[in-house]
């Protein structure tokens, strides 16, 4: 592979899901198994909004853990080489969206966004792009650290 095409820095970005499968199975299991007798028993003393209420919480939880899970499938990848810096973002509907920057104009900037959080953008020629937004404030400092350090390095080695 040539000089030009070895990638100076290269970082897969994705939403951190701290709930798996499997503990999701745990937790709805759990509320199922704790609801249903107190389900029947509502059931049996008259009470029958109960259950359907009861139901219609567990089928909430069920649709919104399964929002949650797609939307963890977003990925960001940034690739740089000394001559271009390459985004690509894969949505969870399966869509690539791709973005080329020249490394010579391209700006880091993380900016404040409010209290404790930030964003991170690059921007070049009026463009903007901003990438990270799922990751926590700390991540955005640490990629945008990595990424200012290769991009002095591709700058460098360029000249």
Request: charged content about 20%; glycine content about 8%; proline content about 6%.
């Amino acid at each position: 592979m040539s000089e030009a095409h070895d990638p100076l820095f290269h970082a897969d970005l994705w939403p951190h899901r701290s709930l798996r499968p499997s503990g999701a199975a745990v937790a709805f299991g759990l509320y199922a198994l704790l609801a249903l007798p107190i389900a029947v028993q509502a059931a049996l003393y008259g009470f029958w909004p109960i259950p359907i209420l009861m139901a219609l919480t567990l089928g909430g939880m069920l649709v919104a853990y399964g929002v949650n899970r797609r939307g963890g499938r977003v990925l960001e990848r940034l690739e740089l080489t000394s001559r271009a810096l390459r985004v690509e973002r894969r949505m969870p509907n399966g869509a690539v969206q791709r973005w080329r920057f020249t490394p010579g104009w391209v700006r880091v900037v993380l900016a404040d966004a409010r209290a404790g959080d930030n964003r991170l953008t690059l921007t070049e020629s009026g463009r903007r792009l901003t990438v990270g937004d799922f990751l926590s404030p700390g991540e955005r400092r640490e990629v945008a650290d990595a990424l200012k350090a290769a991009l002095a390095k591709a700058r460098s080695t360029s000249a």
